[in-house]
């Protein structure tokens, strides 16, 4: 099971830290990974931790979000910096039960949260 928090309504240039704990297993036998939904668009995946802990990031939050974990909490992070209006989306994470070399564009999520909904305004 994944449950996110951290999600809210911030302006423009502003931060937020979003968490997703795992219970059941442990997040260092997974690649990590978020995704995010915004109103009428599909859902995209934005960043992505392996198993050795290679991270890759898609062009649209590159240099502004950090994905990260701890695997004694049991809890990954995603630290937005500077967001804007077009961040504006419901944040997922998931997981992916297979082990290697895995980025953004190449996970295959088996398990998914329930959902953070982040809200930058203007």
């Known amino acids: 099971q994944l449950v996110e928090s951290g999600g809210g309504s911030v302006q423009a240039g502003g931060s937020l830290r979003l968490s997703c704990e795992a219970s059941?297993?442990?997040?260092?036998?997974?690649?990590m990974g978020w995704f995010r939904q915004a109103p009428g668009k599909e859902r995209e995946a934005i960043a992505a931790i392996d198993t050795d802990d290679r991270v890759s990031y898609a062009d649209s939050v590159k240099g502004r979000f950090t994905i990260s974990r701890d695997n004694a909490k049991m809890t990954l992070y995603l630290q937005m910096t500077s967001l804007n209006p077009g961040d504006t989306a419901m944040y997922y994470c998931a997981a992916d039960i297979r082990s290697g070399s895995i980025t953004f564009t190449t996970m295959q999520p088996h398990y998914w949260g329930q959902g953070t909904q982040v809200t930058v305004s203007s």
């Open positions: 059941g297993y442990s997040l260092s036998r997974f690649c």
